[in-house]
């Protein structure tokens, strides 16, 4: 058994979730965890090239890329390798955020400090450590500047704070793989639930469901003292405990297996709202390499929007548009402005996302700014009352739209679309700009339907709060 970089990383997070997909990967149950270090390193790949095109056009002794240290239970391989007239050497880590993170899921730190560590052991002394990330403040004129695009921000004096607690980890780590384990609970019990390991469930099977990681907004204090105490069934939660609003509202579902009504925080989301009703989504692509001019690292901007508008009578009018080609959204702004008139409400479902669009291309497209801020203070939320107003056990804690959709409309969801998310949505809208014709058609109808499926959503749940409003 051979320890790499991405294991070690996976340790980090739960050893025994490394331990299992390095044992036992029949059984390993890939999830988010997986899904994401697998686009840390397609997004890697793409910075990469322009980190070779930046030391290639710099004057060094020597540089070497993709170096494998391999040794008896640790295998490493450093992006970049110099080594300058002096005989100094300096190893190159690349990633694609905007950053240095030190968090769970993606320490840079560590990372690197790995790569240092098998490098040394194999031989080869490290100097300095240099990590390469994107410069946020990029924004992409022509082709790309790699000496504009990149950062290389020197972390020699972290690596030495760290290195021998990294050492330690790596023997234990080591020492984990070439041993057995008991395969009942991992330390994820001790975290969110945003950030359980993918073999959460396989370690826990007995958990139940909902838990205590269901409630939102579980503060780190909250939920020690829960697991503590071995409560993680909500209905064991004991009577007193100390929790905000919200999460009382959702326990309170828990416990009772009842809806959480408040006719008052219903009645006041429809206060506000004037015909005719638009039922605003729009669907983004983000690149850690800026795709198009006027765009930065990792900044998003909308490609398609889907538009159902509600009048007073009733009658339900549809509107859409898809970009297909790699160009910034203004067409898109001036087919939406033929659609939206300047009187009645905009609703959207966690509405900051919209709002955050809507200003950046306010920003981008002047003529269109009293247009775009317009829509924004018309905006309402139609998540909001899904907060503490109408609160179903069903929803598991959430109020996604994909998890209140199918609890309050059950027949509606997303099953039976090819695309039913919105990264999915971006591959394929990706993958759409170089589709051959005979492809083009089909991607572009999920994409529509996709998108045309969130505002339906919309409207669906609306038409259910509205009868209940009414009631009330």
Known sequence: MVLTKTDFIHYLNCPKSMWLEKHDPENFPRGEFSAFQQKLVQEGREVEVFFRQLLDGRAFGRVDYEVEFQLDDLCARADGLAVDAAGQTTLYEVKSSTRVKTDAKHNHLKDACFQKICAELAGQPIHRVVLVHLNSEYVRRGEIDPAGLLVLEDITDRMTAIEAVTRDEMDAAVAL????????????????????????????????????????????????????????????????????????????????????????????????????????????????????????????????????????????????????????????????????????????????????????????????????LDLNKRMIDLEEPFKTGYVDARFGGSTSIKKVLPVVCPDMNYDDLAVQDGAAAMNAWSNMLAAPPDDLAAITRNLLRYCERDTEAMVGIYRFLNERWREG
């Open 177 to 372: 793989l070439q041993d057995e384990i008991d395969r009942v609970g991992c330390n994820c019990l001790r975290k969110s639930r945003a950030n359980h390991c993918d073999a959460f469930s396989y370690f826990n099977p007995d958990m139940p469901n909902p838990s205590i990681y269901s409630l939102p907004r579980l503060q780190p204090a909250q939920l020690i003292e829960l697991v503590d105490q071995g409560q993680f069934d909500p209905r064991a939660v004991p009577e007193g405990f100390q929790l905000g609003k919200q999460q009382g509202v959702v326990l309170a579902a828990f416990q009772t297996r009842e809806p959480q009504i408040d006719h008052g925080v219903i009645k006041a989301f429809f206060k506000d709202l004037v015909f005719p009703l638009y039922f605003l989504d729009y669907e983004t692509y983000a690149s850690a390499v800026p795709l198009l001019d006027g765009i930065s690292p990792h900044k998003a901007f909308p490609v398609q929007y889907s538009l159902h508008i509600l009048d007073a009578g009733g009658q339900l009018t549809h509107h859409e548009y898809l970009e297909q080609e790699a160009r910034l959204p203004h067409i898109l702004v001036a087919k939406l402005r033929e659609s939206i008139a300047g009187e009645g409400s905009v609703i959207a479902w966690h509405a900051s996302f919209e709002r955050t669009q809507n200003h950046m291309m306010a920003q981008a497209f002047p003529q269109h700014e009293d247009f775009l």
